[in-house]
T-cell receptor, first 112, second 115 residues
């Protein structure tokens, strides 16, 4: 079983739709969870950063972590064409362990 | 701009060439990283430097040779590469292990093609 599973898509939605992106993981030691957005021909940029379980909201974006199910989600409300990108989940355990384990990424297209 | 600059943006090289990738960060970070991104694969950590000292070599073949002269600059020297080494090579920086919440800031990458 891979440490982090992420459906690569592609996912295509109309403008204004609510988008749900998900990752599952197997390592119960993971405590820090991130979502990165990567536009074509660019490096990943950090979008959301959460610690342990719970929700975090930032504008149209909500990150959700369910450690009991080993499942994390990113919701995008009122999606825009500018949200079209690849979304990567990443996670790491705590303490001084700085190594991130990434998912493969989900390619999202928001159609005007 | 993320504060991490990589050059060149694109590189085509033959298997017998020697080339170098350059990364510079303007964020005052202490840790720098090289990642490899191939199609349909997760990002693979290659090397980590913390305060100019290499703290991680993730079983990377010796045809990849990193160099970190100071906390702001990172190089990846390439020689006798194979076609399967074609990928996007990403540099990243962070405050440093144990220094905070370890948020990575990435450069735009070098798209490498090995012929």
């Amino acid at each position: 079983q891979k440490e982090v599973e992420q459906d690569p898509g592609p996912l295509s939605v109309p403008e204004g739709a609510i988008v749900s992106l998900n990752c599952t993981y197997s390592n119960s030691a993971f405590q820090y969870f991130m979502w990165y957005r990567q536009y074509s021909r660019k490096g990943p940029e950090l979008l959301m950063y959460t610690y342990s379980s719970g929700n975090k909201e930032d504008g149209r974006f909500t990150a959700q972590v369910d450690k009991s199910s080993k499942y994390i989600s990113l919701f995008i409300r009122d999606s825009q064409p500018s949200d079209s990108a690849t979304y990567l989940c990443a996670m790491r355990s705590g303490g001084s362990n700085y190594k991130l384990t990434f998912g493969k990424g989900t390619l999202l297209t928001v159609n005007p | 701009e993320t504060g991490v600059t990589q050059t060149p943006r694109h590189l085509v090289m033959g298997m017998t060439n020697k080339k170098s990738l350059k990364c510079e960060q303007h964020l005052g970070h202490n840790a720098m990283y090289w990642y490899k991104q191939s199609a349909k694969k997760p990002l693979e950590l290659m090397f980590v430097y913390n305060f100019k000292e290499q703290t991680e070599n993730n079983s990377v073949p010796s045809r990849f040779s990193p160099e970190c002269p100071n906390s702001s600059h990172l190089f990846l020297h390439l020689h006798t590469l194979q076609p399967e080494d074609s990928a996007l090579y990403l540099c990243a920086s962070s405050q440093g292990p144990g220094q905070g919440d370890e948020k990575l800031f990435f450069g735009s990458g070098t798209q490498l093609s090995v012929l």
